[in-house]
């Protein structure tokens, strides 16, 4: 047993863990890793969350960092963590700072020329590491019992610097060797900005913004991984200006706001809201991902002779680059400099149309998704998080307008299809007093259905709403085909699989409004998880879908350039 001032190396990761504020982390056993797990159970600040597997513990991960902040997962040597890599890869692209940490090969075997199991057969054990290095900002082998504290203390902290993931692999004869009990450390520590940099960035913004006739402010997805939301909302009071969200930062600015006026997507944006923004004569785009997904294949009408694009450390203006400039920092000075115009939120207001009531509820019709998600809106409250999986749940959900304090989670960036299911098992440990309802196609729900049985063994009580059409209707959109039909499954019945006797799951499988009406309001009323399978038509789809898709096909389907002998 290690003395007061001393710790094992797994004792010393389990408590910077939970000094980072994590209460659970996400896990695999395998046998590289079982020595780590030992010491992880012994702090007991700290819980287990056993998942089906590595993929799926990966989304978990990503749920959680979402709700809570950061995240960890364990897993085992190669075969465990390249099991895990796609959802790593995920949470790269979506700016979340996940802790992956993995038993490694004993420190041993690759000087006295061993060939183990779960590797390539070969003496060459550095590969994983290696492979994750692209999709992490910190890729390390803790080999040597003296450097474990120090290679473990700045993983983290680049971690939640750069809010990106980061892999750690600690040999198997590492986790019970004593090292010194932790420290204090600055995890939390952010540099700022370039104070000059910083001043002439905001003069030079302010004077563009405040020599237009009417400017808009757009939202995108960086502005929470930069820390910058209440920044935001803090020049958008100042401003006054008409302001739009980027479809991946649904959810991060109020949509009860009067200032706001819906989601820019280009052609695919909210009524109006597409005119209002690409007739602006200036634009301040404030965290954005200008993505095919995110711009609809890249056909919005954004001139760089008219945007400010402000980046998480960068800011871009006609003729000039400004680096070293914090999102949030630039944000709140500008607040300071800018002169309050409401033009643009004026001359939305005269376009603005209201929404159509939908009809009364036929309780026979057979239920369509128009008619679903507009049940759906009336669930939505304050103690809400919406989750929408890939697909034309992203355009069903996008449409619904979230009450003061609801909130919403997408990975339009990475767009990996199944992400919701594991994803709504982490949010909803991260955040078990809000009511998670998830909404995912059931291509996309085959991928991992799996972890329902998690979400049903821990007592959590998400609402998970799966659309049965028979298959990948994205990709349909994009480029039909056979590969997009898929088996049908019982999607309802699988709850009494995974409650296998001791679960309270409860599943039902809806093709009215009668019923989907029914099923809703008690899984509203339900302590446990709720699956209803809902069967809809294969061409019942959104009409924004069906227009991104064709953009998005057409961006795909550019010819390739000649080569120069060809031309």
């Keep these: 047993m290690a ?29 590289y890793n079982l020595a780590l797990f030992d010491r992880l159970l012994e702090n007991q600040d700290l819980t ?16 959680y960092a979402r709700a809570h902040g950061a995240a960890a997962m364990l897993v085992t040597y190669s075969v465990g963590g390249l099991s895990a890599i796609n959802a790593v890869a995920g949470h790269y692209a979506e700016d979340l700072p996940v802790i992956v940490i993995s038993g490694g090969v004993n420190t041993h075997s690759e000087p006295e020329n061993q060939i183990l199991h779960h590797s390539l057969g070969e003496v060459r054990y550095d590969y994983v590491r290696e492979m994750f290095k692209p999709v992490t900002v910190a890729a390390v082998n803790i080999r040597f019992v003296e450097e474990a504290p120090a290679q473990i203390d700045r993983a983290l902290a680049v971690c939640l610097a750069r809010r990106k993931p980061v892999y750690l692999e600690i040999a198997c004869n590492l986790a019970n060797q ?26 030079h913004a302010a004077a563009m913004l405040n020599a237009a006739v009417k400017p808009v402010a757009v ?37 009860t706001h009067p200032s706001f ?31 095919d997904y995110a711009s609809c294949g890249h056909t919005g009408e954004i001139s760089a002779a008219k945007l400010i694009l402000a980046g998480p450390d960068f800011l871009r203006l006609p003729g000039a680059t400004y680096n070293e400039v ?18 643009s939120l004026a001359a939305f207001n005269r376009i603005r149309t209201e929404t159509v009531p939908e009809p009364p509820l036929d309780r026979q019709a057979r239920i369509q998704t128009r008619r679903l998600f507009a049940r759906i809106q009336g669930m939505l409250d304050a103690n809400t998080t919406l989750i929408a999986d890939t697909g034309d749940s992203w355009f069903n959900t996008m449409n619904l307008k979230l009450p003061e ?18 994803a709504v098992l982490g949010y909803q440990l991260a955040r078990p007093d809000r009511r998670v309802i998830a909404c995912v196609g059931d291509g996309c729900f085959q991928m991992t259905a799996q972890e329902i049985s998690t979400i049903i063994r821990y007592g959590l009580k998400p609402i998970i709403l799966v659309m049965n059409n028979g298959g990948y209707t994205i990709e349909v959109e994009i480029h039909d085909g056979p590969y997009n039909l898929i088996k049908n499954w019982n999607y309802a019945d699988l709850v009494k699989v995974f409650n296998a006797g001791d679960g309270n799951g409860w599943g039902c499988r809806v093709t009215t409004e009668g019923e989907a009406e029914e099923a809703l309001q008690k899984a509203l009323n339900h302590d446990g998880l709720s699956l209803i399978e809902v069967v809809i038509d294969r061409d019942d789809c959104s009409k924004d879908l069906l227009e991104w898709g064709a953009r998005v096909a057409a961006n795909n389907s550019r010819p390739p350039l000649p080569t120069a002998g060809f031309r």
């Design 326 to 343: 914090r999102l949030d920092e630039f944000l709140t000075a500008l607040a300071g400099k800018i002169k309050p115009n409401q033009t």
């Design 48 to 63: 287990m969350i056993s998942c089906c597997n590595e993929l799926n513990a990966g989304y978990a991960a990503d749920g």
């Design 261 to 291: 006026i819906g989601t820019y997507w280009g052609p695919v944006s909210s009524p109006g809201t597409e005119s209002i923004v690409e007739s602006a004569d200036v634009y301040l785009f404030a965290g954005p991902v200008l993505s």
């Design 219 to 255: 939202g995108g997805a960086k502005l929470r991984s930069s820390g910058a939301l209440e920044a935001f909302r803090e020049f958008v009071e100042a401003s006054g200006y008409a302001v739009a969200m980027m479809p991946n930062a649904k959810g991060f600015f109020p949509e």
């Design 178 to 203: 004593e090292v010194p009990a932790p420290k204090p450390y600055p995890f939390f520590r952010r540099p700022g900005s370039d104070p000059a940099a910083l001043a002439e960035a905001v003069e």
């Design 405 to 422: 304090g609801c909130a919403f989670e997408i990975q339009m960036q990475y767009g990996s299809i199944g992400w919701s299911v594991g």
């Design 3 to 31: 003395a007061a001032n001393r710790t094992t190396v797994g004792g010393y990761l389990a408590t910077r863990l939970a000094q980072i504020g994590l209460r659970h982390y996400f896990a695999i056993p395998g046998d």
